[in-house]
């Protein structure tokens, strides 16, 4: 299986349909959608770095700014692998198989909003359960419970990077769970509370301007692109 190397993290280089292949060969995995916000983020956090690169881990090229540091690197991924539509395609194979998957992050009002939509999209599937974002999580031993109690296949957190990503971290071991991922706002789109960018956007990159034009307060996370750039270029040069 192919792998981009960017700053020592090890991206998954292939297309959607390798990258499902590639994740049935694992018992649990961890899917971190790596876009260059998150991926920048790691290098400043030893801890966030460790679940990166840990071996549960994979990364999967979330943006246009993760592309093209794959180029400059010198190892490109073949495609951008956007981490709503990996969510979709588990929740479609989940939905087939008859297996659950549980819901954690946003607001109450979003998160059970999404929990209704997926049900009318994909009536084969079993969501399990639900939790909005708004808790301790290192006190939240209800939830866990029932996680554990109803054994859902896909557990995927919407809590924002860093901490669904700590979150994961501190739970993966202890849940009967085998597919894991944080998926940032996408309850928020999946319930219909915001609107992805039109295909054509999607299709050119250009889908950041388009969230930007909507949700202003994106534009300095934006900064993290040219931060996160000018890093791999000086790495390759050095």
Request: charged share 25%; net charge neutral.
């Amino acid at each position: 299986m192919k792998f981009s190397k960017i700053l020592g993290y090890r991206v998954f280089a292939g297309s959607k349909e390798e990258l499902f292949e590639y994740l049935d060969t694992f018992e649990k995995v961890n899917i971190i959608s790596g876009n260059p916000e998150v991926l920048y983020n790691g290098m400043k956090d030893s801890e966030l770095y460790s679940i990166f690169t840990g071996g549960s881990s994979v990364i999967i090229p979330d943006g246009v700014g993760t592309v093209l540091a794959s180029r400059i690197a010198g190892s490109p991924v073949k495609e951008k692998l956007a981490g709503i539509e990996v969510m979709q395609g588990i929740i479609e194979s989940c939905a087939e198989e008859g297996q659950g998957i549980y819901l954690i992050g946003a607001k109450e009002e979003v998160v059970s909003a999404c929990a209704e939509k997926l049900k009318l999209k994909y009536p084969g599937l079993n969501i399990m359960g639900w939790h909005n974002g708004y808790f301790d999580i290192d006190s939240c031993g209800e939830i866990i419970s029932d996680i554990k109690e109803k054994k859902p296949k896909a557990v995927f957190v919407a809590m924002g990077s860093p901490r669904q990503d700590r979150f994961i971290l501190k739970y993966m071991d202890e849940l009967p769970c085998r597919i894991f991922m944080g998926v940032g706002g996408s309850f928020d789109v999946m319930s219909g509370n915001i609107q992805r960018a039109p295909e054509w956007m999607i299709k050119i990159g250009m889908e950041w301007l388009y969230r930007v034009s909507r949700e202003p307060w994106r534009l300095k996370r934006l900064s993290s692109i040219p931060k996160f750039l000018t890093a791999v270029l000086l790495h390759r040069e050095g």
